[in-house]
């Protein structure tokens, strides 16, 4: 049984289409062959695919060189050579005239050389404009809704920071109770302050006492050496009727 016939036509399926291309080039660069060896015929075949590759066959006996130059003899044809001083020259030309094109476009976009428009033309560069216009304005809007943001973003950061710097101050201000608190006293006089408590006014000769003369000498030395002091025992004036009246023995000297 034989096979059935295939309809000849273009394979849409890209995948089927290169297995099939494949398959019958090698076929063909077979049946080439073939010929050349069976008939001592000289044979050339080139094939290009559709991604551009080139496949070429030539008989044993030549060159595909030779085969070509055989071509042109026998049909009385040349093939034009290249020439590269014409070649560029023919490059620049057209790149010429593609920048007269180009600038010519930019002054009727800028309103100058409209004299040889026609109006279905001015009509279309004016579409053109509204439209470029239109895109830069949603590029401008766009970019200040994100400077506003930022700015936004900005000033809710310094509100908070202006309400805990406030609310810092406040605590600091005041204590527990509504009662003013002493922001940042010293170690050594938070210390002095509890080990010497105020005394009340004595009147008498007892009047002109100092707070740490009305303490007892064990709590003055303890008071001292926990603030960072040293004390020494120092001569009094014994002719200094208030310090002789005061003290029976010496007394003490913060250094």
Known sequence: MGRG???????????????????????LLKKANEL?????????VVVFSSTGRMFEYSSPACSLRDLIEQYQNATNSQFEEINHDQQIFVEMTRMRNEMEKLESGIRRYTGDDLTSLSLADIN???QQLEFSVTKVRTRKHQLLNQ???????KEHILEDQNSFLCRMISENQHGVGGEPK???M????????????PTPYYGGEDSSSTALQLTSPQLQLQAAEAAGFRLQPTQPNLQDPACSSLHAGHGLHLW
Do not use: H, W, Y
Request: charged share 30%; aromatic share 4%; proline share 5%.
């Open 5 to 27: 016939k295939i309809e000849i036509k273009r394979i849409e399926n890209a995948t089927n289409r290169q297995v099939t291309f494949s398959k019958r080039r090698g076929g």
């Open 36 to 44: 050349a060896v069976l008939c001592d015929a000289r044979v050339g």
């Open 124 to 126: 279309d560069i004016e």
């Open 147 to 153: 400077q506003l943001d930022n700015l936004r973003r």
């Open 182 to 184: 002493m922001v940042g």
């Open 186 to 197: 010293p170690p050594v006089l938070s210390m002095l302050t509890s080990a010497f408590p």
